[in-house]
Nanobody, 123 residues
Framework: QVQLVESGGGLVQAGDSLTLSCTAS????????MGWYRQVPGKERAFLSG????????YYADSVKGRFTATRDNAKNTLYLQMNSLKVEDTAVYYC????????????????WGQGTQVTVSS
């Protein structure tokens, strides 16, 4: 079965950097667009980035453009999210997801979702 496992979350200070990973199994990774999302308790899950299967193109939400960078290593079946200049308001549970088409990733209708990893940014 398909599994997406996020890792790399933790407690950091404002201004720090952090890299999240999402390792996939049970699917042909390069055939799937991958996305990053986050959710704060009491709020809806928010789209952050969508990367096509080859990794050659990534679409970002305006809220993280310029601070977050999503990359993928298809040989390792892993998606990454490099987060720089972290702010207190970046505190959330971060999720990855996989879909056959990029528009499904952007529309948050992906086929498969990870369980999430907590990122807490202190002031």
């Amino acid at each position: 079965q398909v599994q997406l496992v996020e890792s790399g979350g933790g407690l950091v200070q404002a201004g720090d950097s952090l890299t999240l990973s999402c390792t996939a199994s049970g699917l042909t990774f390069s055939n799937y667009a991958m996305g990053w999302y986050r959710q704060v308790p009491g709020k809806e899950r928010a789209f952050l980035s969508g990367t096509i299967g080859s990794g050659s193109s990534t679409y970002y939400a305006d809220s993280v453009k310029g601070r977050f960078t999503a990359t993928r290593d298809n040989a390792k079946n892993t998606l990454y999210l490099q987060m720089n200049s972290l702010k207190v308001e970046d505190t959330a549970v971060y999720y990855c997801a996989a879909a056959r088409k990029l528009h499904s990733v952007v529309a948050m209708t992906a086929d498969y979702w990870g369980q999430g990893t907590q990122v807490t940014v202190s002031s």
